[in-house]
T-cell receptor, first 112, second 112 residues
Framework: SAVISQKPSRDICQRGTSLTIQCQVDSQVTMMFWYRQQPGQSLTLIATANQGSEATYESGFVIDKFPISRPNLTFSTLTVSNMSPEDSSIYLC?????????FGSGTQLSVL | KNQVEQSPQSLIILEGKNCTLQCNYTVSPFSNLRWYKQDTGRGPVSLTIMTFSENTKSNGRYTATLDADTKQSSLHITASQLSDSASYICVVGSGGSYIPTFGRGTSLIVHP
């Protein structure tokens, strides 16, 4: 199994600022994913973080708003840029290892 | 379009009672089905994973069933405990994509 450390666990931010969320995996994984989960909703995939190349974004999400880094096989960051109250949500990273999908503990973001 | 529908949306039971959560999917081609438990403000934690050839999988007091013909799965919780209060998410993987499809989850509340 893989253990994912995600931080921060929660943050309250001002409109117009940016927040970077970090995820560290305790083993090398090929695929890492970033999800958003709004209250009462299922997880929505933001992008797939590829090591050594640009992230692949899903429809409705763009790199300028959610830049992602994947410098190696154990680490990734997601930045929520120029935040607005609509960005208030839980953000989750996940990694696929041996056909199993593991999740970080989530970042609860509130934008004022 | 791949979809995963879960029912009920929410459920309240008394401690010690059993309950069954349902998951219907239209994901094709089917690869696997996973059940996750998500505590409030936390990331999902894997309970069970089943492939096409498996029709039941247990993890302690949690037992998942899969009927690949009718594309239905259930999660049965035996002798519920207060700590079972959480959201339970059904996730279906497709053989044609590395991106799984998430249900919206069933919110379970166990009362003393």
């Amino acid at each position: 199994s893989a253990v994912i450390s995600q931080k921060p666990s929660r943050d309250i931010c001002q409109r117009g600022t940016s927040l970077t969320i970090q995820c560290q995996v305790d083993s090398q994984v090929t695929m890492m994913f970033w999800y958003r989960q709004q209250p009462g909703q299922s997880l929505t995939l933001i992008a797939t973080a590829n090591q050594g190349s640009e992230a692949t974004y899903e429809s409705g999400f763009v790199i300028d708003k959610f830049p992602i880094s994947r410098p190696n096989l154990t680490f990734s960051t997601l930045t929520v840029s120029n935040m607005s109250p609509e960005d208030s949500s839980i953000y989750l990273c996940s990694a696929q290892s041996n056909e199993k999908l593991f999740f970080g503990s989530g970042t609860q973001l509130s934008v004022l | 379009k791949n979809q995963v529908e879960q029912s009920p949306q929410s459920l309240i039971i008394l401690e010690g009672k059993n309950c069954t959560l349902q998951c219907n999917y239209t994901v094709s081609p089917f690869s696997n089905l996973r059940w996750y438990k998500q505590d409030t403000g936390r990331g999902p934690v894997s309970l069970t994973i089943m492939t096409f050839s498996e029709n039941t999988k247990s993890n302690g007091r949690y037992t998942a069933t899969l009927d690949a013909d009718t594309k239905q799965s259930s999660l049965h919780i035996t002798a519920s405990q207060l700590s079972d209060s959480a959201s339970y998410i059904c996730v279906v993987g497709s053989g044609g994509s590395y991106i799984p499809t998430f249900g919206r989850g069933t919110s379970l509340i166990v009362h003393p």
